[in-house]
């Protein structure tokens, strides 16, 4: 039974911080632009990871580009 308890809690607990990131991602707007690049999904799903480490000055920003396609 006590694993049980502790596996129900940390289930909580990582959903908890996954809301709080999906939170911050919205608060920032990063969900209501229709440009959609390498950095922004990728800056999106950092800032979801994050949590609520958002809230206490972390600002995660990714820089990536695709590669373009040869002429």
């Not at 709080?20 to 969900?31: E, H, K």
């Not at 609520?52 to 972390?58: I, S």
């Amino acid at each position: 039974m006590i694993v049980r308890s502790r596996t129900g809690t940390l289930t909580v607990v990582v959903l908890l911080w996954l809301l709080s990131g999906v939170v911050a991602a919205f608060q920032r707007g990063y969900f209501g632009s229709s440009e959609q690049s390498c950095s922004r999904l990728a800056t999106t799903a950092v800032t979801i990871v994050a949590g609520p480490l958002n809230y206490v000055g972390v600002n995660p920003r990714i820089g990536c580009s695709t590669p373009q396609p040869s002429q």
